[in-house]
């Protein structure tokens, strides 16, 4: 179940479908990353991401692999956005049916 609701994930940021996000997410859910640092609540939580969103032309979030062991599963990615690439890792863990929190773990370009 954990890996589907992951799949759907990745699917709707890929499409920077913040509504699909949205429903995904707990009303306690996190996000941590090296750029926010720690975000809680699923309303801030959004606004950070439909930044994201809002912040760039084009964005493709493909996953390389995606691993489930129960509630957590782990996303190999890159992500563009524009003209920048990162890779990495996310983290999430599922509980009943939503996200509750998502950590990122990217290699950020220098520069």
């Known amino acids: 179940m954990s890996k589907q609701l992951t799949e759907q994930y990745i699917r709707a ?7 699909g996000v949205a ?3 707990a009303d306690d859910f996190a996000l941590e990353d090296p750029v926010v640092k720690r ?3 699923k309303q801030p ?5 439909g ?4 912040g ?3 964005l493709s979030f493909q996953a390389k692999r995606v691993y489930a062991d129960g509630d957590t599963c782990f996303i190999e990615f890159t992500l563009d956005l524009d003209a920048v690439r990162l ?3 996310d983290i999430v ?9 998502l950590r990122a773990y990217l290699d950020i370009p220098k520069g």
């Open 56 to 58: 760039c032309r084009a």
């Open 93 to 101: 863990e599922w509980r009943d049916g939503k996200m509750h929190e």
């Open 51 to 54: 930044a994201i969103f809002a």
């Open 23 to 25: 429903a995904l997410l």
């Open 87 to 89: 890779q990495g890792v």
């Open 45 to 49: 939580a959004l606004a950070a991401i």
């Open 13 to 19: 940021f890929d499409a920077k479908d913040l509504a």
């Open 39 to 41: 975000i809680e609540g």
